[in-house]
């Protein structure tokens, strides 16, 4: 059974920056299309960003410029990178494993954006 463990969440104020990390012991990230999703209270969930797996990325419109999905090989992680954080950023963010057989979610990870 695959798991993938968010990290890296957590209080920011506006203004800051925080770091996302997904991991899986012995998940070969290369065969699935990556992303991160978020929910806020009382909201659908919502894509974020996506990396597939011929490296294109695509962002949310309103994280573009702000925020940066990226696989990190060595650690074989998928990260997030985000900046310019503001109070609309806070959610719960999950990633999102796909490929043409398998879905897999992680547990999720809050991220609160607040002064």
């Known amino acids: 059974q695959v798991q993938l463990v968010e990290s890296g969440g957590g209080l920011v104020q506006p203004g800051g920056s925080l770091r996302l990390s997904c991991a899986a012991p012995g998940f070969i990230f290369s065969l699935y299309h990556m992303a991160w999703y978020r929910q806020a209270p009382g909201t659908q969930r919502e894509l974020v960003a996506a990396i597939f797996r011929d490296g294109v990325i695509k962002y949310e419109d309103s994280v573009k410029g702000r925020f940066t999905i990226s696989k990190n090989n060595a650690k074989n992680t998928v990260d997030l990178q985000m900046n310019n954080l503001n109070p609309e950023d806070t959610a719960v963010y999950y990633c999102?494993?796909?490929?043409?057989?398998?879905?897999?979610w992680g547990q999720g990870t809050q991220v609160t954006v607040s002064s």
């Open positions: 999102n494993a796909v490929n043409s057989l398998d879905v897999y």
